[in-house]
C-alpha cells in the first residue's frame, strides 16, 4: 500500500547539478525519517544523506558541502539537491524512509515505525 518512488536522475556533465525527488503514498501518519543512499555498480550500497526530527541533517563527507536533503513540512515528498556532480558520484541513488503507521486491531491502536525503499533513480555523470 506504501510506495516510494524517486525521480529526477539522469545525465548531467562534471560540474552540474541534479534534483532527486522522493514522492510516498499510501497510508501512514507521518514520515519519521528520509534517508538517500546510493550503489554504484560493483560497490556496497552507502548513506549519502539523512534527515530526521524534521530537521537534523547528515551527509557523507565525500557530498558535504554539495548535495543538500530537505522535506518540505507539508509535503509527503523529500529532495536530494545535487551540486558540482563529479565523475565519482554515477550510482543508482535510492531513497529509504521511516514512516509512523497506526495500527488498529480491534479495540486496540497503536503506533508502528515501518521502513520502506524505493526502486531508485539512476544518475549518470559524463561529459
Known amino acids: 500500500q506504501v510506495q516510494v518512488v524517486e525521480s529526477g536522475g539522469g545525465l548531467v556533465q562534471p560540474g552540474g547539478s541534479l534534483r532527486l525527488s522522493c514522492v510516498v503514498s499510501g497510508t501512514f501518519a507521518d514520515i519519521n525519517a528520509v534517508r538517500w543512499y546510493r550503489q554504484a555498480p560493483g560497490k556496497q550500497r552507502e548513506l549519502v544523506a539523512s534527515l530526521t526530527d524534521g530537521f537534523i541533517t547528515n551527509y557523507a563527507d565525500f557530498v558535504k558541502g554539495r548535495f543538500t536533503i530537505s522535506k518540505p513540512s507539508d509535503e509527503n515528498s523529500a529532495y536530494l539537491q545535487m551540486n558540482s556532480l563529479k565523475p565519482d558520484d554515477p550510482a543508482v541513488y535510492y531513497c529509504?524512509?521511516?514512516?509512523?503507521?497506526?495500527?488498529?486491531?480491534?479495540?486496540?491502536?497503536?503506533?508502528?515505525?515501518?521502513?520502506?525503499w524505493g526502486k531508485g533513480t539512476l544518475v549518470t555523470v559524463s561529459s
Open positions: 529509504n524512509v521511516n514512516l509512523r503507521v497506526v495500527i488498529t486491531t480491534t479495540p486496540w491502536s497503536y503506533i508502528d515505525d515501518q521502513e520502506y
